[in-house]
C-alpha cells in the first residue's frame, strides 16, 4: 500500500523531529543528515518533487553556545533558535551540496498561513525554488514568534506547509517507528497500527500518553497532523528518522510505519 503510495505521489514533504536530527549528546548528528540527503537525491533522480520541514533550531544553539540549556525566559530561548537555526542550516548546506542539491530556508509563523497574500508568496516562492531544483527548507519563525502567531508545533507547520503546497504525501520522520494502540515503552504487547483510515476515530480510542514518552512531537500532533492533510485527500506517514535509509525503505514497501490514509 505505501510502495503505490509513494508511486503516485509527485509532491513530497518531509518533516524531521528534533529527536532525528540531533545526536544523544544534543549535537546536530550529521550522518543522519547525509543519510536524508542520499535518500533526497534518490527521490529527486524519480521526478519527485521534495520539501523539508526541520525541527532542532533551539537544540542546535544549546550545543553550539554551550549555556542555556535551563533557561526558560522566552528571550532565551528565541536567542537560542536564533544561533541554532544558523548551525543547522549550515549543516544541511554543507552535507547536501555533497550530493549536489542546494537549500534554502523558509521561515513561517501562523499569520503566514492567515493571510492570502502571503499564502500566495510561499507558494509562488517554492514553485520558483522547486523548478529551479533548489531544495526548500521550513521551519518556524521561532525569533519572532509569541504566543499569538506561533503555529505551536513543526507536525502541524508540515502539514499546513503541505496542505498550501497542495502536496501529495507528507512523512513525518520521529523516534518511534509509527502510531502504537498503547505506550510501546511502557507496554510489551503494544501493536503498531500499520493503517489509520479514521484519524478521528483513532484519537477517541488510543491511549495518547504523556509527550515526553511518547515521542518527542507526541502522539496528539501527529493525528492532528493527519486530520489536516486527509482533507484534502493527502496521505501522511509516521515512521522512525533513526533508521537508514527508512523513506526509500517506505517508498519499495519495506519499511515500518502508520499510514494515515486519505480518502
Known sequence: MMKDIFEKSNKIVIKIGSSTITSSDGSIDRNFIDNLAKQVKALVEQGKRVVLVSSGARIAGVSTIGKWSRK??????QALCAIGQVELMDSYRKIFNEYDIHIAQILLTREDF??????????????????????????ENDTVCVEEIKIGDNDVLA???TALWSGDLLILLSDIEGIYDKNPMSNDDAKLIEVVNNPEELEKNISIGEKSSFGT?????KIKAAKIVNKYGTSLIVAKGKEEDIILKLSEGKGKGTLFQAK
Open 159 to 161: 502539514a499546513k506547509a
Open 114 to 139: 492567515e493571510s492570502e497574500a502571503r499564502t500566495l508568496n510561499i507558494r509562488n516562492t517554492l514553485f520558483t525554488l522547486l523548478d529551479e531544483g533548489v531544495l526548500p527548507i521550513i521551519n
Open 72 to 77: 526558560e525566559d522566552i528571550n532565551y530561548k
Open 217 to 221: 512531537g507526541g502522539i496528539a500532533t
